[in-house]
Nanobody
Framework: HVQLVESGGGSVQAGGSLRLSCAAA????????MAWFRQASGEEREGVAA???????NYADSVKGRFTISQDNAKSTLYLQMDNLKPEDTAMYYC?????????????????????WGQGTQVTVS
């Protein structure tokens, strides 16, 4: 399967920007749809942004217009550019490789989607 390592998290003031990176190793990177999920303290995991193997993107309503997902297949790296950050964006952010392109946890369970998760990178917005 694929191994994922995130980087780029940190602390930033509201209105600031961060770029997360996710380096993939193992299985061919472009065999999977890729996504970013996040989990705030005491909250359930939620999908943030996804990109399929054709480059089509999908975003949670809460981040549309502020976050941009992209990938560089030659470098086997996934990115999440986060602009105009808000305190409610504070969470652990996870890079996910999945066999179906979705942000919905219910769909993941219902369809039996296989997912591989990185260890996460913390983003704190104050």
């Amino acid at each position: 399967h694929v191994q994922l390592v995130e980087s780029g998290g940190g602390s930033v003031q509201a209105g600031g920007s961060l770029r997360l990176s996710c380096a993939a190793a193992g299985d061919s990177f472009d065999s999977y749809s890729m996504a970013w999920f996040r989990q705030a303290s005491g909250e359930e995991r939620e999908g943030v942004a996804a990109i399929d193997r054709d480059g089509n993107t999908n975003y949670a309503d809460s981040v549309k217009g502020r976050f941009t997902i992209s990938q560089d297949n030659a470098k086997s790296t996934l990115y999440l550019q986060m602009d105009n950050l808000k305190p409610e964006d504070t969470a652990m952010y996870y890079c996910v490789a999945q066999t179906y392109c979705t942000l919905e946890m219910a769909a993941i369970k219902a369809l039996g989607v296989t997912q591989y998760w990185g260890q996460g990178t913390q983003v704190t917005v104050s």
